[in-house]
């Protein structure tokens, strides 16, 4: 299960191969993406339907086939755009694959976003589309043999970049101030992921920013296209789809721990989001696993 949250400092695989596959339909419990990072590298394809995610000052509007790289402690987050997308994903750590190698030393500044690669493929970049593509069977299947492959296929793919030169231009002050900016909403992230069951205030996130209500609220929304309440409260419905899916707690409970004092409004809400009640929610979910 992939659980979304503000900074993941969770293992990937194992020691020796720190990389994951994972995917995501309408019936995961964290279908949405609510802003986050770590620091390794991810790998986004979209399946099938249409895609929207925000990866520090950028934003993308992914389609079917359309894959995105996001680079090593990029905040990046974001919402299918409508409700028959699937997409799949691989975090991996790639720089630490290799760093017992000295071959590749000096590729580094890869991973260290001295250079930044460029984010979006498609059919028009055969080469990379390919080698991705051949990624993410490998990783979905996990056939004899699959972990050479993988590690084959991310070599090809770094070494396309390198060889086609696909890095964007240097970043202008405006995309740095952004930048530096959104890294400010780490601690906000990391205070709705840790009180998003309390009676969080416009004033509690804006001073955790240290920047006014007013400055802090029109920049969250530029940036994250929510409102700072907005966002809690997607975070909050997000979450009790966890817990109502894979820790099997009662709609009333899920109210509860996620900061819903009524469960009345709680169901109101859930089905503002997500167009079913928790509990038509919840039996979707047994049955499609």
Not at 87 to 99: K, W
Not at 223 to 239: A, F, G
Request: net charge positive; aromatic share 18%.
């Amino acid at each position: 299960m992939y659980h979304w949250y503000s900074f993941e400092n969770v293992r990937r695989g194992t020691y020796q191969f720190p990389i994951e596959y994972y995917h995501v339909s309408k019936l995961h419990p964290r279908y949405v993406m609510p802003y986050h990072w770590h620091p390794e590298i991810e790998i986004i394809r979209i399946q099938k339907g249409f895609m929207t995610l925000h990866v520090d000052t950028e934003t993308y509007h992914l389609k079917q086939n359309d894959i995105l790289y996001i680079p090593q402690n990029a905040v990046h987050g974001g919402m299918p755009e409508d409700c028959d997308c699937i997409y799949e994903c691989i975090v991996c750590d790639f720089f630490g694959l290799l760093q017992g190698n000295t071959s590749f030393s000096s590729y580094a500044n890869l991973f260290i976003n001295k250079r930044r690669i460029n984010a979006c493929y498609d059919a028009s970049f055969p080469e990379i589309y390919s080698v991705l593509s051949l990624l993410f069977k490998t990783m979905k299947n996990k056939s004899t043999g699959w972990q050479i492959l993988t590690v084959g296929c991310l070599l090809q793919f770094f070494g396309f970049v390198l060889e086609k030169n696909y890095f964007d231009d240097a970043p202008n002050d405006k995309v740095l101030n952004r930048s530096f900016d959104i890294h400010r909403f780490q601690k906000v992230f990391k205070l709705i992921r840790s009180r998003y069951a309390e009676p969080l205030t416009l004033e509690d996130m804006a001073t955790e920013a240290n920047m006014s209500p007013t400055y802090f609220c029109r920049l969250f929304k530029e940036i994250t296209h929510y409102s700072p309440i907005e966002y809690l409260m997607n975070y909050r419905i997000e979450y009790s789809k966890y817990l109502l899916c894979t820790k099997h707690v009662s709609v009333a409970e899920a109210a509860f721990l996620c900061g819903f004092n009524s469960c009345a409004y709680f169901i109101k809400i859930f089905k503002s989001f997500t167009g079913v009640t928790p509990n038509n929610y919840k039996k979707q979910y047994l049955i499609s696993k």
